[in-house]
């Protein structure tokens, strides 16, 4: 009994610990948003994903690509073969080469990739002052805090301090590393207005399209989270299954029976 006591006391002496390291490093910020994919059970809203994806396709697009995302999976989100194919066919996609051995441009195609705004990184820096927008693809899981992180980038920017020293053209916000960025507050009140009749305030911009990029690094999240509880629930199963057949097994031996 003394025992069992001692490690439960540091089982939860490391569990406090670690909880503790946790919030320390996320450095407090951070926004800490109630998403609706968080905890155990958390499910991407639908509707919130595809609010993102216009976000993306109106605002953050000019800039950055989500080049492993292709058409076809907006499925995922909601949107119909039909609405997809249509979305697709606003795009022009490189295809080649042809007999002539040219590449030519197409119609996008639901198994294409949305292209990205620039042909090649060169492109991109020239386009924005030396700096390169990062493709958005995986970024949610590229840093730390990820949804949080991109939303509290994008509702962090602010005036510089007195005395702080901002480079030609960076823009100041402490929740980049550094505090300087090159990429320009992209969100603003009611830039764009939401199929969906959503008020469009920068905040709920910012989180829908946070969001969505979560969506974007993540697309197989509510799977394995299901596929984790269905574990979870073998396990209970199974544990109280072999204490029963454990106390069976034993009981002639403990009984004192000779077997
Ligand atoms: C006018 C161009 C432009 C637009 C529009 C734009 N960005 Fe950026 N973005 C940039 C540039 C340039 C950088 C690189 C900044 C740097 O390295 O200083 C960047 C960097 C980022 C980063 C990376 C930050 C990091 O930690 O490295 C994220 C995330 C991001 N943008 C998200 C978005 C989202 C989401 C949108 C749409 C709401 C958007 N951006 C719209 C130009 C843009």
């Not at 609010?51 to 907006?74: D, K, M, P, T």
């Not at 997809?84 to 042809?98: F, L, M, T």
């Not at 989270?225 to 544990?239: A, E, Q, Y």
């Amino acid at each position: 009994m003394k025992k069992l006591i001692k490690t439960i006391g540091v089982a939860l002496a490391f569990s406090a610990f670690a909880s503790f390291g946790a919030q320390a490093s996320e450095g407090g910020a951070l926004k800490q948003v109630d998403w609706s994919f968080n905890g155990a059970f958390g499910q991407f809203d639908k509707a919130q994903l595809r609010r993102g994806f216009q976000v993306y396709r109106e605002v953050c697009s000019a800039c950055h690509s989500v080049r492993l995302i292709a058409f076809r999976n907006l499925a995922d989100i909601g949107f119909s073969e039909d609405e997809i194919k249509a979305i697709a066919a606003e795009y022009e996609v490189q295809d080649g080469p042809n007999d002539d051995g040219d590449m030519f441009m197409r119609p996008g195609r639901p198994s294409d990739r949305i292209p990205g705004p620039f042909a090649n990184e060169k492109q991109a820096r020239a386009a924005n002052n030396g700096a390169y927008p990062p493709d958005l693809s995986l970024m949610a899981k590229a840093r730390f805090g990820g949804p949080d992180y991109i939303h509290s980038l994008l509702t962090g920017y602010e005036d510089a301090p007195e005395g702080f020293e901002l480079g030609e053209g960076m823009n100041y916000n402490p929740v980049f590393a550094g505090a300087q960025i090159a990429m320009v507050a992209p969100i603003s009140d009611d830039m764009l207005e939401y199929a969906d009749g959503t008020p469009a305030t920068a905040d709920q911009i910012s989180r829908d399209v946070s969001a969505f990029l979560m969506w974007t690094a993540e697309p197989s999240l509510e799977a394995r989270k299901s596929l984790g509880f269905r574990v979870m629930l073998f396990l209970v199963i199974f544990t109280v299954l072999f204490y029963f057949i454990n106390k069976k097994v034993w009981k002639p031996v403990k009984r004192g029976e000779q077997v």
